[in-house]
């Protein structure tokens, strides 16, 4: 498949150019002209494109890529040893952050509540990004970490002062870093809020509001997105795609 055709496809089918985010979305950094063979992952780092050359990928296609707003711009360091990597084995990078949480189809929030069994009914925040719906069934804030331990690999941190027994049916959720959405989630009138990651004050504001925060891991919350990506364009095109998880802590 020609680069500039994959690029196109991409671009359309996540509305990237409609999307306000602090990093460009797209190619990233360009490669060879033909891609047959690509590398997924969550993020960019030396470790996935160490990966990407051992498989002899032509491209690599994250969620967190490269250029990010207010970073040191200077290509010197690990930075340097990054792009060396891409440059010297002609591989493309692709990376997708903020549309890439937001599809309805492919996106880390959609493909969380197709794991989960989450019934969508609406969504919120700027952009839409945040998520919103119910649950297949009540469930205790136990039973509903469980349940994301087994899904996710990791176990979530769940904080609440309130009954921990009284059943949980609607749910917000958005995945990453989206701790800054727990306020507009409690004002949506739901029992639990799951981001990837927590901030200090997110705790007061779930002991005093009686909503439950969860915070079950930025990687392993945004897994899902790029992986069924990979796994679209395999199907729809051909190519080979493999999606390769650098396990992370956080």
Same mark, same amino acid.
């Given at each position: 498949?020609?680069? %500039?055709?994959?690029t196109?496809?991409?671009?359309?089918l996540l509305?990237?150019?409609? @999307?306000?985010? *602090?990093?460009?979305?797209?190619?990233?950094?360009?490669?060879?002209? %033909?891609?047959?063979?690509? @590398?997924?992952?969550?993020?960019?780092?030396?470790?996935l494109? !160490?990966? #990407?050359?051992?498989?002899?990928?032509?491209?690599?296609?994250v969620?967190?890529?490269?250029?990010w707003?207010?970073?040191?711009g200077?290509?010197?360091?690990?930075?340097?040893?990054?792009l060396?990597?891409?440059? #010297?084995?002609?591989?493309?990078l692709y990376?997708?952050?903020?549309?890439?949480?937001?599809?309805?189809?492919?996106g880390?929030?959609?493909q969380?509540?197709?794991?989960? %069994?989450?019934?969508?009914?609406?969504?919120?925040?700027? /952009?839409?990004?945040?998520?919103?719906?119910?649950?297949?069934?009540?469930?205790?804030?136990?039973g509903?970490?469980r349940?994301?331990? #087994?899904?996710?690999?990791?176990?979530?941190?769940?904080?609440g002062?309130d009954?921990?027994?009284?059943?949980?049916?609607?749910?917000?959720?958005?995945?990453?870093?989206?701790?800054?959405?727990?306020?507009?989630?409690?004002d /949506?009138? @739901? !029992?639990?809020?799951?981001?990837?990651e @927590?901030?200090?004050?997110?705790?007061?504001?779930?002991?005093?509001?009686?909503?439950?925060?969860?915070? #079950?891991?930025?990687?392993?919350?945004?897994?899902?997105?790029?992986?069924?990506?990979?796994?679209?364009?395999?199907?729809?095109?051909?190519? *080979?795609?493999?999606?390769? !998880?650098?396990?992370?802590?956080?």
């Open positions: 498949m020609r680069r %500039e055709e994959l196109r496809y991409l671009d359309e509305e990237s150019r409609s @999307v306000k985010d *602090y990093c460009p979305n797209g190619l990233q950094v360009e490669g060879c002209a %033909e891609i047959k063979r690509i @590398v997924a992952g969550v993020t960019a780092s030396q470790a494109l !160490d990966e #990407a050359i051992e498989r002899k990928a032509d491209a690599i296609l969620h967190h890529g490269w250029f707003r207010g970073e040191d200077r290509i010197a360091g690990f930075r340097k040893n990054r060396k990597s891409l440059l #010297a084995h002609d591989i493309n990376g997708y952050h903020l549309p890439l949480d937001g599809h309805a189809e492919f880390n929030n959609a969380l509540a197709q794991r989960m %069994e989450w019934i969508v009914d609406g969504r919120f925040g700027d /952009q839409d990004i945040g998520w919103m719906g119910r649950m297949d069934k009540p469930m205790t804030r136990a509903l970490a349940k994301l331990a #087994a899904e996710l690999g990791r176990e979530p941190l769940v904080i002062d009954d921990p027994d009284r059943p949980l049916v609607r749910i917000a959720w958005c995945s990453g870093g989206a701790q800054s959405l727990f306020e507009k989630a409690v /949506q009138g @739901v !029992d639990v809020y799951l981001s990837g @927590v901030s200090e004050q997110n705790v007061h504001l779930a002991r005093e509001s009686g909503v439950t925060y969860i915070a #079950a891991g930025h990687h392993a919350t945004e897994r899902f997105g790029v992986r069924a990506l990979a796994e679209h364009l395999a199907e729809r095109f051909g190519l *080979y795609c493999e999606f390769v !998880d650098i396990d992370s802590p956080v």
